[in-house]
């Protein structure tokens, strides 16, 4: 079984920034594909970032350009660091971590969420 903590959620202007981290259980970190997703209120949830085991990295076209998703598999820890942000990012953010890590057909673990409000 895999916990996973975010944390770095809160409030920013327009155009400011924010880094989201990930903290990860488990000793094969490095073998599990990783993501970043959010869901507004009355929204579905959609994915927002994601990162394979081969680091490999692909991105909503909303976020294409402004946000990036890392990792450090010695901390394990995932990051997405969300720069020009708008009002319409503001959404729960949540981490989850897939086994199948150079595919993530599916996603088996997933975090508690952490809530950013950007305001205009």
């Known amino acids: 079984q895999v916990q996973l903590v975010e944390s770095g959620g809160g409030l920013v202007q327009a155009g400011g920034s924010l880094r989201l981290s990930c903290a990860a259980s488990?000793?094969?970190?490095?073998?599990?594909?990783m993501g970043w997703f959010r869901q507004a209120p009355g929204k579905q949830r959609e994915v927002v970032a994601q990162i394979s085991s081969l680091r490999n990295t692909y991105y909503s076209d909303s976020v294409k350009g402004r946000f990036t998703i890392s990792r450090d598999n010695a901390k394990n820890t995932v990051y997405l660091q969300m720069n020009s942000l708008k009002p319409e990012d503001t959404a729960v953010y949540y981490c989850?971590?897939?086994?199948?890590?150079?595919?993530?057909?599916?996603?088996?673990?997933w975090g508690q969420g952490t809530q950013v409000t950007v305001s205009s």
């Open positions: 989850a971590a897939s086994r199948y890590g150079a595919t993530m057909n599916s996603w088996d673990y």
């Open positions: 488990g000793r094969t970190f490095s073998n599990y594909g």
